[in-house]
């Protein structure tokens, strides 16, 4: 059972075009972080969401918390080849201080 | 800074061989994480260490698999003896401190097993 789910599992759309990616959750969680990892190399940290509501930005990547703290978005504009990569959420495993559980990741594809 | 090391990149052996995978941590980083991620299944966590102690392993899928970390700048994990469902990139990361520190990734080692 996967505790973190996210939605869609593989996009692929052309370069221009602006997408969104959802990762879900029925637990409470007290942050949640977005990694991106590309082709042959381990996931790196894009950002930190903490407080419900919570929106971030980095530069075109708009990052979302829910209110509820069950669920975030990821929405992209204008995307780019560069953005190709698999996009995986993390939450935080209760009492354990910085075990992570990472969601099931959507693969996303820009066709230039 | 380097970033956290693995080796090999790719391993491709018979089944039946013992494998052993390697780990450098970030420097400073007190705790170090191993994952297995395939197409099914995702990024699962493997083993926990924290301060080089084994703090969860039960993500270890049976008594194949071991893992060890005998000072805070290596760490390995060793599968013996290996089976084609082994097959997967494996991920070893390293962070520092509590809460929302980041995890910092390898590259990882693609395993095949024949």
């Known amino acids: 059972t996967q505790l973190l789910e996210q939605s869609p599992q593989f996009l692929s759309i052309q370069e221009g075009e602006n997408l969104t990616v959802y990762c879900n959750s029925s637990?409470?969680?007290?942050?949640l972080q977005w990694y991106r990892q590309e082709p042959g190399e381990g996931p790196v940290l894009l950002v930190t969401?903490?407080?419900?509501?919570e929106v971030k930005k980095l530069k075109r990547l708009t990052f979302q918390f829910g209110d509820a703290r069950k669920d975030s978005s990821l929405h992209i504009t204008a995307a780019q080849p560069g953005d190709t990569g698999l996009y995986l959420c993390?939450?935080?495993?209760?009492?354990?201080?910085?075990?992570?559980?990472f969601g099931t990741g959507t693969s996303l594809t820009v066709i230039p | 800074d380097a970033g956290v090391i693995q080796s090999p990149r790719h391993e491709v052996t018979e089944m039946g061989q013992e494998v052993t995978l390697r780990c450098k941590p970030i420097?400073?980083?007190?705790?170090l994480f191993w994952y297995r991620q395939t197409m099914m299944r995702g990024l699962e966590l493997l083993i926990y260490?924290?301060?080089?102690?084994?703090?969860?392993d039960s993500g270890m899928p049976e008594d194949r698999f071991s893992a060890k970390m005998p000072n805070a700048s290596f760490s390995t994990l060793k599968i013996q003896p290996s089976e084609p469902r082994d097959s997967a990139v494996y991920f070893c990361?390293?962070?520092?401190?509590?809460?929302?520190?980041?995890?910092?990734f390898g590259d990882g080692t693609r395993l095949s097993i024949l």
């Open positions: 990361a390293s962070s520092s401190g509590q809460g929302n520190q980041p995890q910092h």
């Open positions: 637990s409470v969680f007290s942050s």
């Open positions: 969401v903490v407080t419900g509501g």
């Open positions: 993390a939450g935080p495993k209760p009492n354990t201080g910085n075990q992570f559980y």
């Open positions: 420097s400073g980083h007190n705790s």
């Open positions: 260490f924290n301060n080089n102690v084994p703090i969860d």
